[in-house]
């Protein structure tokens, strides 16, 4: 365990509640105020958990016949969602109906088709944010320290996009701050949560880092509680950490084979980190958890996205999370 990072429940892992079965590679998930929970699913689609217990799944096809690969998803206010498109050598954000129909929503930016893509999230001021993580292809070319190239575009309420913020060290998800002032962004091989001030029209301020990681810790999604702290999601370590707003981080959660991780953290030092080095953790329960949603009505139930299981792992915390802009959508 990092000494910057102390174990702050030492029992947490044994209060993990599984909800759900069957998921394929439940990367993204998002709560809703009704009780349900959807998740990216690669079966190609969007899977439903309703609070009875059941299970829903909206699949879907690109328009040429190729394969749905939903990385972040947005729930939007009619019931679609956005589709964040992570494909082997296709990327750009899509928007599935829940009948399973499939239609382009943005897949250039400045007539540049864009790579496989990471995450998308819409705000309460009409905006969409999307995220691609690297440039290169195969995208684990990017799991090093020296690579830079992620980016964040923003499509504003009129469907404009532009590129504002580019050079980040693995772009993962992004999440606007309670306050309205900053956009808040992982950059998982950077090993650090970074944050630009937000101005009204949309552009960014100049980068600044709220926290860096050290060994074994890749933050992948992040989510703000209502004390004003950012709840961060590790791939690999399958930490879930608590970010104050000064950028002291506290791990709550932690599930991981210390030789592991340092076989992790020797081939990403030496650039060496592959895609095996992601998908042969080693674990008691946790599957590369990867992204977090509050849900209950209390929202201080955390249900923890998750790339390698098939059902969405759950925690009690000890306060609630910001309700999402989508928290009262269908």
Same mark, same amino acid.
């Given at each position: 365990?990092?000494?910057?990072?102390?174990?702050?429940?030492?029992?947490?892992?044994?209060?993990?509640?599984?909800?759900?079965?069957?998921? /394929?590679?439940?990367?993204?998930?998002?709560?809703?105020?009704?009780?349900?929970?959807?998740?990216?699913?690669?079966? $190609?689609?969007?899977?439903?958990?309703?609070?009875?217990?059941?299970?829903?799944?909206?699949?879907?096809?690109?328009? %040429?016949?190729?394969?749905?690969?939903?990385? *972040?998803?947005?729930?939007?206010?009619?019931?679609?969602?956005?589709?964040?498109?992570?494909?082997?050598?296709?990327?750009?954000?899509?928007?599935?109906?829940?009948?399973?129909? +499939?239609?382009?929503?943005?897949?250039?930016?400045? *007539?540049?088709?864009?790579?496989?893509?990471?995450?998308?999230?819409?705000?309460?001021?009409?905006?969409?944010? /999307?995220?691609?993580?690297?440039?290169?292809?195969?995208?684990?070319?990017?799991?090093?320290?020296? /690579?830079?190239?992620?980016?964040?575009?923003?499509? %504003?309420?009129? $469907?404009?996009?532009? +590129?504002?913020?580019?050079?980040?060290?693995?772009?993962?998800?992004?999440?606007?701050?309670?306050?309205?002032?900053?956009?808040?962004?992982?950059?998982?091989?950077?090993?650090?949560?970074?944050?630009?001030?937000?101005?009204? %029209?949309?552009?960014?301020?100049?980068?600044?880092? +709220?926290?860096?990681?050290?060994?074994?810790?890749?933050?992948?999604?992040?989510?703000?509680?209502?004390?004003?702290?950012?709840?961060? /999601?590790?791939?690999?370590?399958?930490?879930?950490?608590?970010?104050?707003?000064?950028?002291?981080?506290?791990?709550?959660?932690? %599930?991981?084979?210390?030789?592991?991780?340092?076989?992790?953290?020797?081939?990403?030092?030496?650039?060496?980190?592959?895609?095996? =080095?992601?998908?042969?953790?080693?674990?008691?329960?946790?599957?590369?958890?990867?992204?977090?949603?509050?849900?209950?009505?209390?929202?201080?139930?955390?249900?923890l996205g998750c790339l390698l299981g098939d059902?969405?792992?759950?925690?009690?915390?000890?306060?609630? $999370?910001?309700?999402? =802009?989508?928290?009262? =959508?269908?």
């Amino acid at each position: 365990m990092d000494a910057l990072l102390p174990s702050r429940t030492a029992n947490a892992l044994d209060e993990v509640v599984e909800l759900g079965a069957g998921l /394929v590679r439940p990367e993204c998930v998002l709560a809703t105020m009704a009780g349900d929970l959807y998740s990216a699913d690669w079966r $190609g689609g969007v899977a439903r958990l309703r609070p009875d217990g059941s299970q829903a799944l909206y699949l879907g096809s690109l328009p %040429d016949g190729g394969a749905l690969r939903p990385n *972040g998803i947005a729930l939007l206010a009619d019931g679609s969602f956005l589709v964040a498109q992570l494909g082997a050598d296709d990327g750009g954000v899509y928007r599935l109906q829940r009948d399973g129909s +499939v239609t382009p929503w943005l897949l250039a930016v400045d *007539g540049e088709a864009l790579p496989p893509t990471n995450f998308v999230v819409q705000d309460s001021a009409g905006r969409t944010w /999307v995220t691609v993580s690297t440039r290169h292809q195969p995208r684990a070319l990017a799991y090093r320290p020296d /690579v830079a190239d992620g980016f964040i575009v923003c499509v %504003d309420a009129r $469907g404009r996009a532009a +590129v504002v913020a580019d050079g980040l060290g693995y772009a993962n998800e992004v999440a606007l701050h309670p306050s309205g002032q900053w956009l808040y962004v992982n950059e998982t091989f950077a090993r650090r949560l970074s944050r630009f001030a937000l101005r009204a %029209d949309g552009s960014l301020g100049v980068r600044e880092t +709220v926290t860096s990681f050290g060994a074994g810790t890749f933050p992948d999604g992040l989510a703000f509680d209502e004390a004003g702290h950012v709840w961060v /999601v590790s791939i690999v370590s399958n930490r879930l950490i608590r970010v104050t707003p000064d950028g002291e981080p506290t791990v709550w959660l932690e %599930d991981a084979d210390a030789q592991h991780l340092d076989e992790v953290a020797l081939a990403f030092e030496q650039h060496r980190m592959d895609r095996p =080095h992601l998908d042969n953790i080693r674990s008691r329960r946790l599957k590369n958890i990867s992204s977090i949603a509050f849900t209950g009505a209390d929202r201080r139930t955390a249900v923890l996205g998750c790339l390698l299981g098939d059902s969405l792992p759950t925690l009690r915390l000890p306060v609630p $999370g910001v309700a999402p =802009h989508h928290w009262t =959508h269908p």
